[in-house]
């Protein structure tokens, strides 16, 4: 019985020692940052500025893949499913923990198939209107034109399922006004109509609405973010404007498959970090019109994950929004 014992403890010894060293060694070879969106978008770019930078840190190239399908869901199975190795990575995106209460089916299971690295961007959705067509300066004024023209109260998003179509239906839910939601396919031809007048109001992204925020044609009303934003910082959030602790916007992180192990976690925690808390990285990120994501642990950024999973859960089945 000794023997075995011996035996066994020394095949334990040599595992141990085996992972040691490949741990030492990692990474030996290129890894892959698998990016389930289309070049070009405000996730994809990020996700390059990242792999750059921690291509720099590793000492190896990190290469880019766009995997587009299926409303990001291909690109994010793609690399749940890949070897737990470290040598594959993902931009993990708040359609991911919204995606269940979406489809019935899921083929992944995001809280246990991905082992998030840490949040890496906060892209901002606020509310803007038409002052010609719609003159408020607040939320409360918007409030309360809806508790006093029942029904009449009309706002669109670029999408069904979209952040600000979830966002305006939970303000609605909070303050119990109602309003009726206009989807449109995309920013751009809702963004269009409220310049034009056809709609008084849009929940969208930050991005798209700064030009014509700045140009004067449409005015900012308040932001989803948990902080003002430093190009707009005259803009309340919706937090500070009735809703204490709101947080509507569209994040972004990294992620690993599940499995991988916690040594090389940490070592792309780390490196991912201390990314984030360079200044040109700040730069390059917020001149996307986006926010970088203050460096936080891996666990907080899990715990941030649930709790958007059970918060919009919760808001598209109580609201009945479906996907387009």
Partial sequence: ??????????AV???????????AQYPDK????????????????????????????VGKPVVVENKVGAVGLLGTAEMAKSPPDGYTLGMIVVQDVTRPAFMPNVPIDVM???????????????????????????????????????????YASTSNGSMG???????????GIDAEHIAYKGSAPAINDLIGGHI???????????????????RAIAIG??????????????AESGFPGFLGVAWGGL????????????????????????EDTQQRIRGLGVEPAPPESAEAFRGFMQSEMEKWGKVIRERKIEAQ
Avoid: C
């Fill in 112 to 154: 246990k198939d991905i082992a998030p690295i840490l949040k890496v961007y906060d892209l901002p959705f606020l509310i803007t209107v038409n002052p010609q067509v719609f003159p408020v300066n607040t939320l409360k004024d918007i409030i309360d034109y809806a508790k006093k023209n029942p029904k009449k109260l009309q």
């Fill in 1 to 10: 019985m000794k023997t075995i014992g011996l035996f066994r403890w020394l």
């Fill in 200 to 218: 008084p109001m849009m929940f969208g992204d930050m991005v798209s609405a700064l030009p014509h925020i700045r140009s004067g044609k449409i």
């Fill in 13 to 23: 010894l040599v595992v141990a020692l085996s992972a040691a060293s490949a741990l």
């Fill in 30 to 57: 290129p890894l892959r940052l698998i990016v389930p969106w289309p070049a070009g978008g405000p996730t994809d770019t990020i996700g390059r500025i990242m792999a750059q930078k921690l291509s720099e840190g």
């Fill in 165 to 175: 179509h979830m966002s305006f239906e939970l303000i609605k839910t909070m303050s």
């Fill in 225 to 238: 973010t948990a902080r003002r934003v430093s190009v707009l910082p005259d803009v309340p959030t919706i």
């Fill in 255 to 278: 992620g690993v498959p599940a499995g991988t192990p916690p040594a090389v976690r940490e070592r792309l925690h780390q490196e991912g970090a201390r990314i984030l808390a360079q």
